[in-house]
């Protein structure tokens, strides 16, 4: 016997919902797994270089996860406090963190003890990331100081006190080895050069700033603080271009994709909120079950989106777009059979129980809010042939709620085709009970009331549709004439040819 093949619900868009490229892409993503760590996660950030395994900073150690197991494979847990801010070095070979302890720790990927310890900051420590050049590491501290430090020697280099607050956010620039721009909350935003003694660039961002982006090229920045998102033009001296108000509560957390056409936000709202960077509108969204405090994107082919939230634990959204994967000759891929719980009328219908499969798609919570299951149903009864049979012999109540259905969404177009068949196959069998039963004599009145105002309509559009067809057709004949006229006044070119 052939396996049973679930009924096809023909979905169709709702009206006034446009279906763009970017809302096909990011519902594409599969549903979020969730990792418990042993703390709050305040940070992650994947490895530049492949497998882009990814560090995930919680609690007083950071995980190195498997980029495709979602393991932890190494731990670096050489912190007497909470660790912060684990950032990968553009090579991958290195990678920085802050602590409670106001020290800065410095790891190769490959061993367990720091390579380096960098002692300066007397307070926590949240900012901690490399320069462009991989040899020199930027921080910022809870004691209102940002700091560079220099990774041979391991020295201070220079150290910056012009933020009144705590610094709790930083990035560098990716075109100059020498610039990098701290945040804090003294409502700031500073961007220093190394070869300065003081700040180049001071931004007022309005609210405390608990994030910081710069663009690729560097000439734009991005802020982020209280309710706002705001995108500066760094080349004209710090020049607002844009002030964002998309969530409802504090953006926490900032991020783009490797193209550099998306910028991604997170707040305490629960939401993530996906803006394109030509025109700065939403054009998709993430919920998730709590708020939001860190987001981080990998730069491959199949992309991972992560959201990291203020509890113990963290989401991973994979894509599915698997035709994206360039396979090799000698490659397989090996699928186990999906097992699929069919619904309650699938397994009505699989059993042959045509009566009480309608029934199952005329209970209030299909019917009311996912009518195209109930058409579907009836549309799969109609090819079987056993649409009549399922229809005849049912009670007042149940002849009421069918013809209020009917009734209902016999005009929707989606809808008609089927509905109209339905209406016929009602009338034949329910014609000779008419006039025994006030309830069901006023919902036929209700439904040849509503087909009659359709048909109205249609009549309406029909003319409609005639006077517009005239109205074409004079324009076209205007245009015609006025061609034939030009071409009877215009001069006759002649051509002498030997």
């Given at each position: 016997?052939?396996?049973?093949?679930?009924?096809?619900?023909?979905?169709?868009?709702?009206?006034?919902?446009?279906?763009?490229?970017?809302?096909?892409?990011?519902?594409?993503?599969?549903?979020?797994?969730?990792?418990?760590?042993?703390?709050?996660?305040?940070?992650?950030?994947?490895?530049?270089?492949?497998?882009?395994?990814?560090?995930?900073?919680?609690?007083?150690?950071?995980?190195?996860?498997?980029?495709?197991?979602?393991?932890?494979?190494?731990?670096?847990?050489?912190?007497?406090?909470?660790?912060?801010?684990?950032?990968?070095?553009?090579?991958?070979?290195?990678?920085?963190?802050?602590?409670?302890?106001?020290?800065?720790?410095?790891?190769?990927?490959?061993?367990?003890?720091?390579?380096?310890?960098?002692?300066?900051?007397?307070?926590?420590?949240?900012?901690?990331?490399?320069?462009?050049?991989?040899?020199?590491?930027?921080?910022?501290?809870?004691?209102?100081?940002?700091?560079?430090?220099?990774?041979?020697?391991?020295?201070?280099?220079?150290?910056?006190?012009?933020?009144?607050?705590?610094?709790?956010?930083?990035?560098?620039s990716k075109v100059n080895?020498?610039?990098?721009?701290?945040?804090?909350?003294?409502?700031?935003?500073?961007?220093?050069?190394?070869?300065?003694?003081?700040?180049?660039?001071?931004?007022?961002?309005?609210?405390?700033?608990?994030?910081?982006?710069?663009?690729?090229?560097?000439?734009?920045?991005?802020?982020?603080?209280?309710?706002?998102?705001?995108?500066?033009?760094?080349?004209?001296?710090?020049?607002?271009?844009?002030?964002?108000?998309?969530?409802?509560?504090?953006?926490?957390?900032?991020?783009?994709?490797?193209?550099?056409?998306?910028?991604?936000?997170?707040?305490?709202?629960?939401?993530?909120?996906?803006?394109?960077?030509?025109?700065?509108?939403?054009?998709?969204?993430?919920?998730?079950?709590?708020?939001?405090?860190?987001?981080?994107?990998?730069?491959?082919?199949?992309?991972?989106?992560?959201?990291?939230?203020?509890?113990?634990?963290?989401?991973?959204?994979?894509?599915?777009?698997?035709?994206?994967?360039?396979?090799?000759?000698?490659?397989?891929?090996?699928?186990?059979?999906?097992?699929?719980?069919?619904?309650?009328?699938?397994?009505?219908?699989?059993?042959?129980?045509?009566?009480?499969?309608?029934?199952?798609?005329?209970?209030?919570?299909?019917?009311?809010?996912?009518p195209e299951v109930t058409?579907?149903?009836?549309?799969?009864?109609?090819?079987?042939?056993?649409?009549?049979?399922?229809?005849?012999?049912?009670?007042?109540?149940?002849?009421?709620?069918?013809?209020?259905?009917?009734?209902?969404?016999?005009?929707?177009?989606?809808?008609?085709?089927?509905?109209?068949?339905?209406?016929?196959?009602?009338?034949?069998?329910?014609?000779?009970?008419?006039?025994?039963?006030?309830?069901?004599?006023?919902?036929?009145?209700?439904?040849?009331?509503?087909?009659?105002?359709?048909?109205?309509?249609?009549?309406?559009?029909?003319?409609?549709?005639?006077?517009m067809d005239t109205l074409?057709?004079?324009?076209?004949?205007?245009?015609?004439?006025?061609?034939?006229?030009?071409?009877?006044?215009?001069?006759?070119?002649?051509?002498?040819?030997?």
């Open positions: 016997m052939a396996l049973y093949k679930p009924v096809v619900v023909q979905t169709c868009p709702r009206l006034g919902e446009r279906i763009t490229q970017d809302t096909v892409y990011w519902e594409g993503y599969k549903a979020p797994i969730q990792i418990k760590e042993f703390g709050a996660v305040n940070k992650i950030d994947f490895s530049p270089v492949p497998p882009r395994n990814y560090a995930v900073t919680a609690s007083s150690r950071i995980h190195i996860y498997g980029r495709y197991s979602h393991e932890p494979i190494k731990t670096f847990s050489r912190f007497k406090d909470a660790a912060y801010c684990g950032t990968y070095r553009d090579d991958g070979n290195l990678l920085v963190a802050g602590s409670d302890e106001g020290i800065i720790r410095l790891f190769d990927i490959s061993g367990k003890a720091p390579l380096r310890q960098f002692d300066g900051h007397t307070k926590p420590v949240h900012v901690a990331g490399f320069l462009s050049d991989k040899y020199r590491i930027f921080s910022g501290g809870d004691d209102y100081s940002s700091k560079l430090w220099d990774i041979p020697s391991g020295t201070e280099i220079v150290s910056y006190r012009e933020h009144t607050d705590y610094v709790r956010c930083g990035c560098a080895a020498d610039v990098f721009v701290t945040g804090s909350y003294d409502h700031t935003v500073k961007l220093f050069d190394a070869r300065t003694k003081s700040s180049i660039i001071t931004i007022e961002h309005g609210q405390p700033v608990e994030s910081v982006l710069l663009f690729p090229s560097g000439g734009l920045l991005v802020s982020a603080g209280g309710r706002y998102v705001k995108v500066w033009d760094v080349l004209k001296g710090g020049q607002l271009l844009v002030s964002l108000k998309n969530h409802h509560k504090t953006v926490t957390c900032l991020c783009l994709n490797s193209s550099g056409q998306r910028l991604l936000s997170g707040s305490l709202d629960r939401h993530v909120k996906i803006y394109s960077t030509t025109s700065y509108k939403v054009v998709h969204s993430f919920s998730y079950a709590a708020p939001i405090l860190s987001l981080a994107l990998s730069v491959s082919t199949l992309e991972i989106f992560l959201g990291k939230v203020i509890t113990d634990t963290f989401y991973i959204t994979e894509i599915i777009y698997f035709c994206c994967l360039a396979f090799q000759k000698n490659d397989f891929s090996v699928s186990k059979p999906v097992k699929r719980a069919l619904r309650k009328y699938d397994k009505l219908l699989k059993s042959f129980d045509s009566s009480k499969a309608l029934d199952a798609v005329l209970e209030p919570s299909i019917r009311l809010h996912t058409v579907a149903v009836m549309q799969e009864l109609h090819r079987r042939g056993t649409l009549r049979s399922a229809l005849a012999g049912r009670d007042e109540k149940q002849i009421n709620l069918l013809l209020t259905f009917v009734a209902r969404r016999v005009i929707e177009p989606r809808f008609t085709p089927i509905l109209v068949t339905v209406a016929d196959m009602i009338t034949d069998i329910y014609q000779p009970v008419l006039g025994q039963s006030a309830i069901v004599d006023r919902q036929f009145l209700r439904l040849q009331e509503a087909i009659g105002k359709e048909i109205d309509y249609q009549g309406e559009l029909l003319e409609v549709l005639g006077m074409f057709a004079s324009f076209a004949e205007k245009k015609v004439t006025c061609l034939e006229e030009n071409r009877s006044n215009s001069p006759t070119e002649i051509i002498e040819t030997d």
